[in-house]
């Protein structure tokens, strides 16, 4: 990134709604500075170094004044810093992205200013509000909610009133007494249909329909707080129709889904496109172990003497491939030995490699693999596998006159720094169900939580990808517990909707 500020649009919260211009420029930024309307798991996308500053304001009460967030862009800048202005929305839709930019030009600092999707049209396109539409409205009008008292000069009640398009109101709600009257007084016809859309597009969004004479009584009934979007005119009547967001199988849904942050969690993609809320818990550090490395070097070289590579987990494809590519091994060199798999997960990982396997189990455990391997020639087998992976499949293949070589190239440790934050996620957040997708998943978090604290496992419905896995919960806990019907993440998001 050049020297330059950013002034960056994040969109409005969900977060395959950002542009990909926004994420180069955080991926890329030496220092961020957010917005409360951010969604804050886009600052999982930052360098290791990157320094995150706070400067969220709620609508009334400005945490960090905004001549301090100019000068904090400034300074960072002239630091010799990349910096990222990152706000929800787009920054110039009562972003003050306008104000900010003008400092920076103030001072002769180059900036470049991203555009984001505005709450006020994609947010109501998520509420099933589509903000022109032919047949009831040919305009809309973003307005700000948030004004002064006397604000005749700065709003025309008058002419808003009397327009047949979309009025949008952003930053309303603390207000909406003041504008429903203006609107009212002004000649606006007191059924017109409008709604009230809360934290659009996130996994709470609300959206609440009624008339423009109702609309004060209805925020006090229903508790709308901000961030809420107001919308006033015809085009609201869509919202039962168009609203597929709401309407999404998992929508308002907790799932806690346990998982090492180090494999991007493709469950956790297929539950949110079902609407749900995925909470992570990593309840285990996965990383390589280094000094293994040597040892293995000399297999490596030798990858002719074998005649199978066994792989029971997709880490295990992670990190022995790892380990190919830091040794500058073609991987043409494979093509006599036979690639061996358990699951899906594990596939679509070789397949990811290029590679793909020849002889596959079915069901996720190892001696199902290792009976799929013994149906072929007798010859020597190399295993890559975590340190604490069992020992069935050497076990079953050596009885078999396989000669199988371990080499552990990954380690699996319970995180215990997580015990707190994963207790109070578990009695705190209204978590509906937990997924564990191996054995070691569920025998980590019982580890982690401490035994006192298994209990708290039962006030959700527990997930589990198999036999095996339902077995090692079994041993623990009775109650709640539900098994996919097929050993995959699919199979498991259905059985949960199934549930339901
Ligand atoms: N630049 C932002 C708007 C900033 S003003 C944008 O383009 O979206 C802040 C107001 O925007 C809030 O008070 C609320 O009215 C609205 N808003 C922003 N994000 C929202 C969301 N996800 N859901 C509902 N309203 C939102």
Not at 114 to 121: E, H, K, L, Q, R
Not at 158 to 177: R, W
Not at 374 to 391: D, N, R, Y
Not at 413 to 439: A, C, G
């Amino acid at each position: 990134m050049s020297n330059k500020v950013y002034i960056v649009g994040a969109g409005p919260g969900d977060y395959g709604l950002i542009t990909l211009k926004a994420v180069e420029c955080i991926k890329k930024a030496d220092v961020l500075v957010y917005d409360r309307l951010v969604n804050p798991d886009f600052l999982n996308l930052k360098k290791d170094n990157c320094e995150v500053i706070y400067v969220g304001k709620e609508s009334s009460n400005h945490i960090v004044p905004q001549d301090q967030i100019n000068r904090i862009l400034i300074d960072k800048f002239n630091d010799g810093k990349a910096v990222v202005r990152l706000k929800g929305g787009d920054p110039y839709v009562f972003g003050r992205g306008g104000e900010e930019a003008e400092a920076l030009y103030d001072e002769g600092i180059e900036f470049e200013v991203v555009p984001g999707v505005t709450s006020a049209i994609g947010g109501l396109c998520y509420a099933g509000i589509p903000v022109t539409h032919r047949d009831y409205s040919s305009s809309f009008h973003i307005v700000t909610g948030h004004s002064k008292k006397d604000d005749q000069n700065e709003i025309n009640w008058s002419s808003l009133s009397k327009e047949k398009g979309t009025l949008i109101f952003l930053m309303g709600i603390g207000n909406i007494g003041h504008i429903v009257k203006q609107l009212i007084e002004n000649g606006k016809e007191p059924n017109t249909p409008v709604a009230f859309v809360s934290w659009a597009t996130r996994h709470n969004q609300k959206t609440t329909l009624s008339t423009l004479k109702d609309a004060r009584e209805c925020v006090e009934r229903e508790k709308i707080k901000a961030p809420t979007i107001f919308v006033v005119g015809a085009v609201v009547k869509l919202a039962d129709k168009l609203n597929f967001f709401e309407k999404k199988p998992l929508f308002g849904k907790n799932i806690a889904i346990t998982r090492s942050r180090a494999k991007n969690s493709e469950l956790r993609k297929k539950l949110e496109e079902k609407g749900a809320k995925v909470i992570e818990i990593p309840t285990i550090d996965i990383k390589s172990i280094e000094s293994s490395k040597v040892m293995i070097k000399e297999k490596i070289d030798g990858i002719n003497d074998y005649d199978y590579l066994a792989f029971t987990s997709h880490n295990s494809v992670k990190y022995f491939f790892d380990i190919l590519k830091f040794y500058s091994f073609d991987l043409r060199k494979l093509a006599n030995v036979k690639l061996c798999s358990i699951g899906a997960a594990t596939t679509s990982e070789l397949e990811a490699k290029g590679v793909l396997p020849d002889i596959t189990s079915e069901r996720f455990d190892a001696v199902s693999l290792a009976v799929e391997i013994s149906k072929h020639s007798v010859g020597k087998v190399l295993f890559p596998c975590s340190e604490i992976a069992g020992t069935a499949l050497q076990e079953y293949l050596g009885n078999n006159g396989f000669a199988v070589d371990r080499i552990e190239v990954y380690s699996n440790r319970v995180n215990y720094s997580e015990r707190e934050r994963v207790v109070d996620i578990l009695s705190n957040s209204s978590v509906d169900f937990i997924t564990f997708t191996s054995s070691s998943t569920f025998e980590n978090i019982v580890e982690l939580m401490g035994a006192e604290n298994i209990s708290l496992l039962e006030k959700c419905k527990i997930i589990s990808i198999g036999d095996i896995t339902t077995k090692t919960i079994k041993s623990k806990i009775n109650n709640n517990v539900f098994q996919s019907k097929e050993v995959s993440m699919e199979s498991m998001v259905e059985k949960i909707i199934e549930l339901l």
